[in-house]
């Protein structure tokens, strides 16, 4: 089996494993490829795709967290920061610094001294890995750098650095990264129960969600990394195991870029109730979140209401008042459950802990909880240490692999080579950036593609850079065994386009039943 074959139930039922990883986000996908650089034997199943839960719905952010410093979360930060320095070094083509301006208006919760002293502070924390220090600015020169924010009671403001990153392609990489390493991976394959050795859970019962084929796996360990689902499961193994999370929910919505006018990501608090918000840059695009506000547990009920849409609309309008932003500005929207720790019912949903905590159950079985995006693989790290022990193992051996082998793509800094043999191929300039962005060093294997096949230049969608080749790509290399896993998450048609990737959704169909009669 190469490393880009999804694992069969009759690959996984005929051989048992050391570490069975439940959960493809980018929790489980982090532990799975830690464990396998390591040594350690490892499986990983998803229920659907990979990163299709909260690991594709976040504000994709790799950040230290600046509002974390006010809640006198140092550790948190400081983690959170050299964690952007690693991924930027790890995936230079998915993790990208980005520029942001944080206002100052008179009167608000945060003074502007109490602000400067914040993105000091972060500057400090963030040592050698910084991405660049901040700047302060007057109010003419916070107007001059993006001058259609709302210019009554701003009083100055601040530009600083963290990095934005496409949370989905990120998590697909951490996965591939972790199937290159020897890990089997096996998407759209769900738990239907726990297996029991005695008291000591030993593994499960698969059903593959494509086949309706079921097998049992047998595993020495059992790591629970479902995210929002981590309940759902821990009840498996103890029907009376209490909540450990009490999630939140976070949305999303995508406006044309030119509608806001923004020429840089922008953080500020919401004049409805003072929650902090971001501004976000995306090409062409503009997309507007985070709602924070208590969810109804079920993570597979969790949507944008009609009312999340309001809330961020008025907050952008307040913001950029000649925006004049309405609902049928609205491209998309996206909603994710964040897994946060259960806290004292009395604390806000905004001011939940952002750590993480593993638990073992009274099987044996490891869950993790909480945490956020950029600190991924320090969950993941602390997780395989604990493995390793019970395992037998040293946990320190290959322990700092997963800090320096590069992410699949990853292997290049500087892409700008790769942009003339995409030219000479005849594909237009915006097609050869996207795609350099997208792929990285791995972009050689796209133009492989159109050379073998002339079609695969062409364009999916009439409104979007992405061509065939990508589908090819997604199937034969990332793992895509659905039109949607390419449509939302291969290539994000869904959400960049304004008939949510309809126009492509016949190809894309074609050029997938293609691959399979081919593979």
């Given at each position: ?355 993480h905590r593993i638990v073992t159950g009274p099987g044996g079985m490891l869950t993790i909880a909480g945490g956020k995006l950029t600190t991924f693989r320090v969950m993941a790290r602390e997780v395989v240490d604990r493995v390793a022990r019970l395992l037998g193992r040293s946990a320190s051996a290959g322990r700092a692999l997963s800090g320096q082998v590069p992410l699949p793509g990853g292997e290049a800094r500087v892409l700008d080579g790769f942009r003339a043999a995409g030219l000479e191929l005849g594909l237009p300039a915006t097609s050869v950036d996207y795609l350099v962005g997208q792929y990285g060093a791995e972009i050689p294997a796209i133009y492989a593609l159109c050379r073998q096949r002339p079609e695969l230049k062409e364009p999916l969608h009439p409104e979007h850079p992405a061509i065939a ?51």
């Open positions: 089996m190469t490393p880009w074959v999804r694992a069969s139930l009759r690959d996984l039922g005929t051989v048992g494993t050391d570490l069975l990883v439940v959960g493809g986000g980018i929790t489980g996908a982090g532990i799975a490829r830690d464990a396998a650089l390591r040594g350690i034997a490892v499986t990983l199943v998803e229920a659907r795709d990979f990163g299709s839960g909260t690991s594709s719905r976040s504000s994709r952010l790799i950040h230290g967290g600046l509002r974390y410093l006010e809640q006198g979360r140092l550790r948190l930060v400081l983690e959170s920061l050299r964690e952007r320095a690693v991924l930027l070094r790890l995936a230079p083509h998915l993790v990208r610094p980005l520029s942001f301006v944080l206002p100052f208006f008179r009167g608000e919760r945060v003074p502007g001294w109490k602000a400067r002293l914040g993105l000091t502070l972060y500057d400090l924390l963030a040592g050698r890995g910084n991405v660049r220090r901040h700047q302060t600015l007057g109010k003419r020169g916070l107007l001059e750098i993006e001058p259609l924010l709302r210019d009554r009671g701003l009083t100055g403001g601040a530009l600083y650095h963290d990095a934005q990153c496409d949370d989905a392609r990120l998590t697909l990489a951490t996965a591939r990264g972790a199937a290159a390493a020897g890990a089997r991976l096996a998407s759209y394959t769900r738990v239907l129960a726990l297996r029991f050795q005695g008291p000591r859970v030993a593994g499960a019962r698969l059903r593959d969600e494509l086949t309706g084929e079921e097998t049992d796996l047998t595993a020495r360990l059992v790591v629970n990394a479902t995210g929002p689902w981590c309940d759902t499961l821990r009840r498996l193994e103890d029907s009376t195991a209490a909540p450990l999370l009490r999630p939140t929910k976070g949305c999303h919505l995508v406006v044309p870029r030119a509608r806001i006018g923004n020429r840089h990501a922008v953080i500020f608090t919401s004049p409805l109730d003072g929650r902090v918000l971001f501004i976000l840059p995306w090409g062409e695009w503009t997309y507007v979140g985070t709602t924070d506000t208590d969810a109804d547990p079920d993570p597979d009920a969790v949507v944008v209401e009609p009312a999340d849409v309001v809330y961020l609309l008025r907050s952008a309008n307040a913001l950029f008042p000649t925006a004049h932003l309405a609902e049928a500005d609205v491209v998309a929207t996206w909603a994710g459950l964040r897994p946060l720790l259960a806290a004292d019912p009395g604390v806000p949903a905004s001011g939940r802990s952002r750590e080749a990508q589908v090819s790509f997604a199937v034969q290399r990332e793992l895509a065994c659905t039109a949607e896993d390419i449509l939302a998450r291969r290539t994000r048609l869904a959400l960049e386009t304004s008939d949510h990737g309809e126009a492509a959704r016949g190809s894309v169909e074609r050029l997938l039943e293609a691959e399979r009669r081919l593979s």
